[in-house]
């Protein structure tokens, strides 16, 4: 398995929290990973690492905050999400994307998302909405939004 280095504090420098990590030996694959309700950016990066060991991570905070921990966009009851949440949180997800892989140099073609529940809910929005940005992704636990 790679050894990563790289930055793991918390990075604001775009419009999402995120953490950065790049193996010494990457691919030029690069995961997003989009975390489940009540929890954080870091809850993925074991699974990630696993999965794929040669990976570039961009693993992003949801900006809406929930109990102990966030998530993608508001939401009414556990089963119903506010719609215009839904877009301006997918819209700007997209623009974050955009920058990330700009900003680290990464190859957005050789790019995977993987989502977990919520997380998994704004990649398949992603999908829908802006058409083309995803080419592959792994949806755990998603729901239609």
């Known amino acids: 398995m790679s ?26 694959e690069c995961l997003f990973l989009l975390h489940g309700s009540g929890v ?8 990630a690492k696993q999965i794929a060991p040669d990976a570039a991570l961009v693993a992003a905070r949801g900006r809406i905050p929930q109990e ?19 877009r301006t949180e ?4 997209a ?8 900003r680290h140099g990464l190859d957005l073609s050789r790019a995977a998302f993987l989502g977990y529940s ?16 995803v080419r592959r992704a792994a949806l755990l636990r998603a729901m239609p939004v």
């Open 3 to 28: 050894e990563y280095t790289g930055k793991t504090a918390v990075l604001r420098d775009l419009s999402f929290p995120y953490r950065f990590t790049q193996p010494t030996e990457a691919s030029g």
């Open 40 to 47: 954080d950016e870091t809850t993925l990066v074991p699974l």
């Open 68 to 86: 102990d921990g966030f998530r993608w966009f508001e939401r009414i009851t556990p089963t119903s999400f506010e719609q215009a949440s839904i």
């Open 90 to 93: 997918t819209d700007a997800f």
């Open 95 to 102: 623009t974050f994307v955009a920058e990330a892989t700009k």
């Open 118 to 133: 919520n997380g998994a809910n704004l990649v398949s929005s992603l999908m829908l909405l802006h058409s083309g940005l």
